[in-house]
């Protein structure tokens, strides 16, 4: 199948992946196949900065421990961490040949790798992460690949910025249902404190905020131990 | 179209009304309200879109109760969308036709467009709230029927049960005498209800 047309496959199947609810995990590992399915490369992963700000593989083509330790020795140093260092894309390295990072070439040449190539993914200002290719051989890869390697590593950045909106989403979801609720429970104990002390609603309110103040409780909280019924507010204002 | 409007919903239960173009789509989500059923309640639970083209004739083996009293008032086709943002569900968009058919393609796309505004803009507005209150902007423009849920306290401590059961028995009083919730809580808030001494006014 010429590249192209499986680049255009893969991009694809990514955009079919990236409905709601989805595992981003699971997509990213899907796209590091595709790189080593579509780029010719020998294996790829992707690495993403935490909030702390220190790199972390979070997909890989292979779970051979060889390729996870040349992930894990690039937090200390590694095309990946000069990528999300400088945003720049690093890329052909011979590690026979490249005095950067010699740890790091020490034990990707002992994984059997020659070359290397790292690929930032970014958004407008921000660096999220890096893709990271290696090859057995220390060949040149074409640009018009690199282009196409570039395209997947950004597909895997929109994905990951989905999936953070989609937690954000989430989370503001649960605060508004929350204060929902909260005002709800408050008007149900407004009810229950006029009722069971003859009051109209504006005194029953006045009532349980006073308490809540007193005793130094959330209203909200107030509110709940009265419609449990483990508060009933026995002395309310008076109008 | 004829009209729209924003239902919240939360928990699968519909929570308020966040605005609402006229009387009749404030019928249709009361009516929702009142039941727990409608194109509305359906679009959240569901999270798609739903469609009903002719509320008289299909749309009455949907929805058992809904359909007399909204097509009563009117109305001929109803169309709810979900307020989503990924796979969070915020409430769902109302909108209605007096006369039945079907939304054209443009109708239907510009739809979800709205419904997906919509959800934006209440989740950016939430995100500006205190933690534990609801924005200042939803609370002013939201109807959340603070009445019934008075209500339910009220009758809770008229039959000593809690305050989920009384908002079922409200609703219950509602549906078996053909009334809108909000006005059944109206009459028990302001005394002229008592659910302890119903049995005897039924007599």
């Given at each position: 199948?010429?590249?192209?047309?499986?680049?255009?496959?893969?991009?694809?199947?990514?955009?079919?992946?990236?409905?709601?609810?989805?595992?981003?995990?699971?997509?990213l590992t899907v796209l590091t196949d595709r790189?080593?399915?579509?780029?010719?490369?020998?294996?790829?992963?992707?690495?993403?900065?935490?909030?702390?700000?220190?790199?972390?593989?979070?997909?890989?083509?292979?779970?051979?421990?060889?390729?996870?330790?040349?992930?894990?020795?690039?937090?200390?140093?590694?095309?990946?961490?000069?990528?999300?260092?400088?945003?720049?894309?690093?890329?052909?390295?011979?590690?026979?040949?490249?005095?950067?990072?010699?740890?790091?070439?020490?034990?990707?040449?002992?994984?059997?790798?020659?070359?290397?190539?790292?690929?930032?993914?970014?958004?407008?200002?921000?660096?999220?992460?890096?893709?990271?290719?290696?090859?057995?051989?220390?060949?040149?890869?074409?640009?018009?690949?690199?282009?196409?390697?570039?395209?997947?590593?950004?597909?895997?950045?929109?994905?990951?910025?989905?999936?953070?909106?989609?937690?954000?989403?989430?989370?503001?979801?649960?605060?508004?249902?929350?204060?929902?609720?909260?005002?709800?429970?408050?008007?149900?104990?407004?009810?229950?404190?006029?009722?069971?002390?003859?009051?109209?609603?504006?005194?029953?309110?006045?009532?349980?905020?006073?308490?809540?103040?007193?005793?130094?409780?959330?209203?909200?909280?107030?509110?709940?131990?009265?419609?449990?019924?483990?508060?009933?507010?026995?002395?309310?204002?008076?109008? | 179209?004829?009209?729209?409007?924003?239902?919240?919903?939360?928990?699968?239960?519909?929570?308020?009304?966040?605005?609402?173009?006229?009387?009749?789509?404030?019928?249709?989500?009361?009516?929702?309200?009142?039941?727990?059923?409608?194109?509305?309640?359906?679009?959240?639970?569901?999270?798609?879109?739903?469609?009903?083209?002719?509320?008289?004739?299909?749309?009455?083996?949907?929805?058992?109760?809904?359909?007399?009293?909204?097509?009563?008032?009117?109305?001929?086709?109803?169309?709810?969308?979900?307020?989503?943002?990924?796979?969070?569900?915020?409430?769902?968009l109302n909108l209605y036709r007096d006369s039945?058919?079907?939304?054209?393609?443009?109708?239907?796309?510009?739809?979800?467009?709205?419904?997906?505004?919509?959800?934006?803009?209440?989740?950016?507005?939430?995100?500006?709230?205190?933690?534990?209150?609801?924005?200042?902007?939803?609370?002013?423009?939201?109807?959340?029927?603070?009445?019934?849920?008075?209500?339910?306290?009220?009758?809770?401590?008229?039959?000593?049960?809690?305050?989920?059961?009384?908002?079922?028995?409200?609703?219950?009083?509602?549906?078996?005498?053909?009334?809108?919730?909000?006005?059944?809580?109206?009459?028990?808030?302001?005394?002229?209800?008592?659910?302890?001494?119903?049995?005897?006014?039924?007599?």
């Amino acid at each position: 199948m010429a590249r192209e047309t499986m680049l255009a496959r893969a991009l694809v199947e990514l955009a079919d992946n990236l409905v709601s609810d989805f595992d981003v995990t699971e997509l990213l590992t899907v796209l590091t196949d595709r790189c080593v399915d579509v780029l010719d490369v020998s294996a790829a992963g992707i690495m993403l900065a935490s909030p702390a700000g220190d790199l972390r593989v979070m997909a890989s083509s292979s779970e051979e421990m060889r390729l996870l330790e040349l992930f894990e020795v690039q937090s200390q140093e590694g095309p990946c961490l000069d990528c999300y260092n400088t945003g720049e894309a690093v890329v052909n390295v011979d590690l026979g040949d490249d005095p950067r990072w010699p740890q790091f070439a020490q034990r990707a040449t002992a994984a059997g790798f020659r070359s290397v190539h790292a690929l930032p993914m970014r958004l407008r200002g921000a660096v999220l992460g890096a893709l990271n290719m290696f090859n057995v051989d220390t060949g040149q890869v074409r640009p018009a690949d690199m282009a196409a390697a570039q395209a997947l590593a950004d597909v895997a950045t929109i994905a990951i910025i989905q999936h953070r909106a989609a937690a954000e989403a989430k989370l503001l979801n649960e605060q508004l249902s929350g204060a929902l609720n909260t005002r709800i429970v408050i008007e149900q104990a407004k009810g229950m404190i006029a009722q069971r002390h003859g009051v109209d609603m504006e005194t029953a309110f006045t009532a349980l905020r006073d308490h809540a103040r007193a005793h130094n409780l959330r209203l909200a909280d107030l509110a709940r131990d009265v419609t449990d019924g483990r508060q009933d507010l026995a002395t309310p204002g008076h109008p | 179209m004829s009209g729209a409007g924003i239902m919240l919903m939360a928990d699968d239960l519909a929570q308020g009304s966040l605005c609402s173009t006229g009387p009749t789509s404030a019928l249709i989500e009361q009516v929702q309200y009142t039941l727990g059923e409608g194109p509305c309640v359906d679009a959240h639970r569901q999270g798609r879109p739903v469609v009903e083209p002719d509320l008289a004739g299909t749309g009455a083996g949907r929805w058992a109760a809904f359909v007399e009293p909204v097509v009563a008032a009117g109305v001929g086709a109803v169309f709810g969308f979900p307020l989503r943002v990924g796979a969070v569900r915020l409430g769902a968009l109302n909108l209605y036709r007096d006369s039945p058919g079907d939304l054209s393609d443009d109708q239907h796309a510009d739809a979800l467009v709205l419904a997906d505004v919509a959800a934006e803009v209440i989740l950016l507005l939430q995100a500006r709230a205190p933690a534990g209150m609801l924005a200042d902007e939803l609370a002013r423009s939201a109807d959340l029927h603070v009445v019934v849920h008075q209500a339910a306290g009220m009758v809770a401590v008229q039959l000593g049960i809690g305050v989920t059961d009384a908002l079922v028995r409200l609703r219950a009083h509602a549906f078996a005498y053909d009334r809108p919730l909000r006005e059944v809580a109206d009459d028990v808030v302001a005394r002229r209800l008592r659910f302890d001494t119903l049995d005897d006014q039924d007599d």
